[in-house]
């Protein structure tokens, strides 16, 4: 059974970076569309970035420029590099899969 989990979310000030890592068991991510979403208390799960099999990468309107979905040559773990924080990017964190999910990682951006 693939397992996702993610790591590096924590409590960040306003304009500050974070760097998320999505560990992933028994698939190689290079070979499949991985996916970051986001979920703020009150609001419905976003999609914040995607990585596709080739490389081509996507983001969501409010996060572009700021966000850099990436993964590693050994194809286990997919990244989101987040820049220039603000308070609206509060929310738990999920790496995607298909139609898997991890347990998800709190980013706090607050002053």
């Known amino acids: 059974q693939v397992q996702l989990v993610e790591s590096g979310g924590g409590l960040v000030q306003p304009g500050g970076s974070l760097r998320l890592s999505c560990a992933a068991s028994?698939?190689?991510?290079?070979?499949?569309?991985m996916g970051w979403y986001r979920q703020a208390p009150g609001k419905q799960r976003e999609l914040v970035a995607i990585?596709?099999?080739?490389?081509?990468?996507n983001y969501a309107d409010s996060v572009k420029g700021r966000f850099t979905i990436s993964r590693d040559n050994a194809g286990k773990t997919v990244y989101l590099q987040m820049n220039n924080l603000n308070p609206e990017d509060t929310a738990v964190y999920y790496c995607?899969?298909?139609?898997?999910w991890g347990q998800g990682t709190q980013v706090t951006v607050s002053s």
């Open positions: 995607q899969f298909g139609d898997m």
């Open positions: 028994r698939i190689r991510v290079g070979y499949y569309t």
């Open positions: 990585i596709t099999s080739v490389g081509t990468t």
